[in-house]
């Protein structure tokens, strides 16, 4: 049983899906602990809501010093009061520069192919406008183990969708928020199982997956 502290800004979509999951038995992980970085973040309600511990670091205090590594360092020592095996980043929409124990055990996910439409600014829905007005054919979601740099780190999985003519940056964020929720419970299940493996940079995927992969397509 894998234990997760979630990070997150916003809705909590991410995080829902997850403890949904896990609900339903089809992910061996435990939310112990989620930590938001505004006190009115819905997704701290849905945690509550979930009889799950909640912590919020407000972003606001250090913003004005433009302090991140100050953000950081509060977040850590919240994290370090908790036994956790794995900090999962879900709509989290901040630089977090986790202490290096965290190496390989942090992962984010992000609504389009990396390493296009990431990095400052470029975030939610900001992403999808960007894909549009670029006039990119194919968009999708990437998830990642996270490094010191905001949307980086060796990539786990990936999922790509068509991006249409029609489609406003609402509509590509529907069809790829549905591909978000399959690829995050996917990327931790196999991270539970201890199929994940940094090598040179790159994230190689265990046995069972790759025999998956010659036997069937597969979404990602
Ligand atoms: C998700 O689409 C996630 O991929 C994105 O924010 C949304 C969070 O939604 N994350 C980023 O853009 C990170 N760069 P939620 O708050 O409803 O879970």
């Known amino acids: 049983m894998v234990r997760i502290a979630v990070l997150l800004s916003g809705g909590g979509r991410t995080l829902q899906n997850i403890v949904d999951h896990i609900k339903e038995g089809k992910l061996t992980a435990e939310v112990v602990v989620v930590l938001g970085s505004r006190p009115d973040a819905y997704g701290l309600e849905r945690a509550r809501k979930e009889g799950i511990e909640t912590i919020c670091v407000p972003y606001k205090e250090y913003k004005r010093e433009g302090d991140t590594d100050g953000f950081s360092k509060a977040i850590n020592e919240h994290l370090n009061k908790n036994e956790i095996d794995l900090i999962v980043m879900a709509g989290f929409m901040h630089l977090f520069k986790a202490d290096e124990k965290w190496n390989g055990r942090i992962m984010n996910i992000h609504p389009a192919l990396i390493p296009s439409f990431c ?9 999808h406008e960007a894909v549009i007005e670029y006039g990119a054919k194919v968009s999708g979601c990437t998830v990642h183990f996270a490094d010191n740099v905001y949307d980086h780190g060796p990539i786990i999985l990936q999922s790509a969708v068509p991006v249409k003519d029609e489609d406003t940056p609402e509509t590509l964020a529907a ?6 929720c399959k690829l995050y419970p996917r990327a931790i299940q196999l991270f539970a199982d201890g199929k994940l493996e940094i090598v040179d940079g790159r ?3 265990g046995e069972i997956e790759n025999a998956d992969k010659k036997g069937k397509s597969r979404e990602c």
């Open 119 to 127: 990095g400052t600014g470029l975030y939610g829905h900001h992403v």
């Open 175 to 180: 069809r790829i928020f549905k591909e978000e």
């Open 203 to 205: 994230v190689r995927i």
